[in-house]
């Protein structure tokens, strides 16, 4: 439902939705993403370690039947580092997805964050900790809600104005915690 209603925001055709097993890591590397200003993953986020032999993060993707070494259903980050974007924002809705490359002494943003940066990101939307699908699946639709309709709002105001209709929803007060919006924040350049 948030990549649904993310590509009805921006307009974008039912063609450039990749879901179930169009979601793989096969078909993101060889897609040409060179042209999209847009990219998101509502997905789930891996810090180094958090699976046997993860030594980098990674975002989980659908895996295929038969696991090989172009695609074992993680898109990790040096393998993201190697795409060639030029997108304006990539919206990473997942746990984690600010986190450090795996070292022991690894510095944050140090991992997917920076390898899509690398890749050409002008900006990304990222988390610090684990998230709750529901909140993240708000503030992304309308952050990105947000900068539409002709409006002067950048990336940055965009998100904080998300992250306020979360904490005054008087339907669910635990969504004014912290924990639900707080792990969100953007990098690289606040405008869009």
């Known amino acids: ?82 795409l060639k974007l030029s997108a304006q924002w990539v919206i990473l809705s997942a746990c984690n997805t600010a986190g450090g490359d795996g070292r022991p002494d690894a510095e944050g ?6 390898a899509f940066l690398y890749a050409g990101a002008r900006a990304i939307l990222v988390s610090h900790w684990p998230v709750r699908d529901d909140a993240a699946a708000r503030l992304t639709t309308q952050a990105l809600a947000a900068l539409g309709g002709g409006s002067r709002v950048r990336r940055a105001e965009a998100l904080r104005l998300a992250m306020l209709d979360l904490m005054q929803d008087k339907d669910d007060p635990s969504l004014a915690h912290p924990s639900a919006w707080a792990p969100f924040v953007i990098v690289g350049e606040g405008g869009y």
């Open 1 to 82: 439902p948030e990549l649904r209603k993310l590509a009805a925001i921006l307009g974008a055709p039912e063609t450039d939705l990749y879901l179930g097993a169009r979601a793989s890591e096969t078909i993101v590397k060889q897609t040409d993403l060179s042209t999209t200003d847009v990219l998101a993953f509502a997905t789930h986020g891996l810090l180094s370690g958090d699976l046997r032999g993860l030594a980098e993060p990674a975002l989980v993707l659908t895996p295929p039947q038969v696991a090989t070494a172009q695609d074992d259903g993680l898109l990790t980050a040096s393998e993201v580092a190697e």
């Open 109 to 114: 943003l140090s991992g997917l964050a920076r």
